[in-house]
């Protein structure tokens, strides 16, 4: 039980990875309309399944999820989430791996963990307009190494007695980016004085860009917060939001640094 525990609550918190890419889903280009599937080829370490008629592009090769590496692909498609969804988890079932849904409408995610090779699979899928943005993603390593907080993320405030304090890095065409996911014990209210005194005694300000998540849809957001803070070429964003059935807050903070490569 308590192993199943440990495995849920690493889930939970690495999907925070991909919501974050998804949050600046905005920043992607367009797809080419001259795709070409060598792109994909040899990208994934690991088995992925290819979803059906999509044109999928990777979006880092770079990344680092706690001390694991880390590698993430994107496509969009008409099809609905639950559809999306449905042929991962149903692909994954077959190979025996332990598999989470949470999907809705309006989008959701799944995620399957393989003990066996120590990998971590999963699909985020938001819709927008008639249109589902999936962000794939395999994070190869065993579960302690997701936990490790890099050095480059300690200078990030994390909240009085976090748990499951998880730590992500990037480099790529979005930018040099830094991510701490945790959840904490704090109200909403407290979270928010929380960062906004962090932030401000560091230097930052409320930047002029927190308007662009105002598209975000309203049963998506929930009661979800967004506090975005700028300094010289840096953003911070802190994403918080309630975990469902319990008193926890889901904390999700990025740091980009630069305009990336």
């Not at 690991?46 to 706690?66: D, F, H, I, Q, V």
């Amino acid at each position: 039980m308590k192993q199943l525990i440990k495995i849920s609550t690493v889930i939970f918190i690495a999907a925070g990875i991909i919501l974050t890419s998804w949050l600046r889903s905005g920043e992607i280009k367009k797809a080419d309309a001259n795709y070409n599937p060598v792109i994909m080829r040899n990208f994934w370490p690991a088995p992925m399944p290819s979803y059906p008629t999509a044109n999928e592009y990777p979006l880092s090769s770079r990344m680092k999820a706690g001390s694991s590496p880390m590698k993430m692909s994107w496509f969009r498609t008409t099809d609905e989430p639950l559809q999306i969804t449905n042929f991962y988890s149903r692909y994954w079932k077959n190979l025996g791996h332990y598999v989470t849904e949470d999907v809705t409408p309006i989008g959701g995610k799944v995620s399957a963990l393989d003990l066996k090779s120590n990998l971590l699979r999963q699909v985020v899928v938001s819709r927008k307009d008639g249109e589902s943005t999936v962000f794939v993603s395999m994070i190869m390593g065993k579960l302690a190494k997701l936990s490790r907080v890099t050095q480059k993320s300690v200078s990030i405030p994390v909240y009085p007695g976090a748990e499951g304090l998880m730590s992500f890095d990037s480099k790529d065409a979005i930018g040099d980016s830094t991510v701490i996911n945790y959840v904490d014990r704090g109200t909403m209210a407290d979270n928010v004085a929380f960062y906004n005194q962090q932030m401000a005694q560091k230097g930052y300000t409320v930047s002029s860009t927190q308007k662009q998540f105002k598209h975000i849809p309203g049963k998506m957001k929930g009661n979800m917060k967004i506090l975005i803070f700028q300094k010289d070429d840096e953003e911070i964003t802190v994403t918080l939001s309630p975990v469902p059935s319990s008193s926890r807050i889901r904390v999700h903070v990025t740091r980009m640094i630069g305009k990336g490569q």
